[in-house]
């Protein structure tokens, strides 16, 4: 189909960038020296500086353009995944408890950022990807027909454990201690996923758009942490992410995606 063409064709293209990103920066490595280097790097800071005024942290500002990027396209990270769910008819593949932890730990970091007053650009997307995830979720439960009273209490829960962090009514030193919780959740949230595709050799459903997106935002954002977030445990956080996505990311790149409702349709007719 043409989907799985296109798709295809990102992996392969990603591939082919990877490859060429090697050669070049061994081609570089073996016609400039170490010294011609930092002079071109340097001349380059220079230039910049003279258009936007020596007084002007470029870093920041690097930091603030990359931070709202990553918002902007929070919102389309998860609609690959969505929409690969609803074109094929299947969730094969998904963990329902992976996206269930992240949703927590997503919660858990736009609260604590938010009541202590960080810049939106360093935090906004948490927002976003939580209502997408919510989405995803429902999906999930709804193909494999799991909608029930059980499924409803567990909305209910959520929302409220929600409205109870961002409201503030949760007093600093719980909120200090949920953010620290983050690390090891958010790693949790990825390994059921990672060990299932592992156990399988196939990604199922998962989206490669998404997965690349969230590896790329995540690369962005420990750069915007170092840059505007004076918080150990958040940069921590992002970190262990990175790991993590990127091993998710390899995964999409090397396992094939499991086939659709309807090519599954057509093969036992």
Do not use: W
């Not at 990103?21 to 340097?42: D, K, R, V, Y």
């Not at 918002?71 to 969730?91: A, D, M, T």
């Not at 170092?226 to 992410?241: Q, W």
């Amino acid at each position: 189909s043409s989907g799985i063409n296109a798709e295809y064709g990102v992996k392969r293209g990603s591939f082919l960038i990877i490859s060429f990103a090697f050669q070049t920066t061994e081609l570089n490595h073996q016609q400039h020296s170490p010294s011609n280097n930092i002079i071109h790097s340097t001349s380059t800071m220079e230039a910049v500086k003279e258009i936007v005024g020596k007084d002007v942290d470029l870093g920041l500002v690097i930091s603030k353009i990359l931070g709202y990027a990553i918002i902007v396209g929070s919102f389309i990270v998860k609609v690959p995944q969505i929409v690969k769910i609803l074109n094929n008819r299947s969730v094969a593949g998904l963990s329902a408890v992976s996206l269930i932890i992240e949703l927590i730990g997503f919660t858990n970091s736009f609260s604590y950022s938010y009541l202590k007053g960080f810049p939106v650009s360093t935090y906004g997307e948490n927002l976003t990807i939580a209502v997408q995830n919510m989405i995803i979720l429902y999906l999930i439960f709804s193909y494999r027909k799991a909608i029930n009273g059980k499924f409803f209490l567990g909305i209910a829960l959520y929302l409220a454990y929600a409205f109870a962090l961002v409201s503030g009514k949760v007093p600093f030193s719980v909120m200090d201690l949920l953010q620290i919780i983050n690390v090891p959740l958010f790693s949790i949230s990825k390994i059921p996923q990672i060990f299932s595709n592992f156990k399988a050799h196939n990604v199922g459903q998962l989206a490669f758009l998404t997965i690349l997106m969230t590896f790329g935002g995540n690369c962005a954002r420990v750069f915007t942490t170092l840059k505007e977030v004076d918080s150990p445990v958040i940069l921590i956080g992002f970190l262990v992410g990175l790991v993590l996505n990127g091993i998710l990311f390899l995964q999409v790149l090397l396992y094939p995606g499991a086939p659709s409702l309807a090519t599954k349709t057509i093969k036992t007719r």
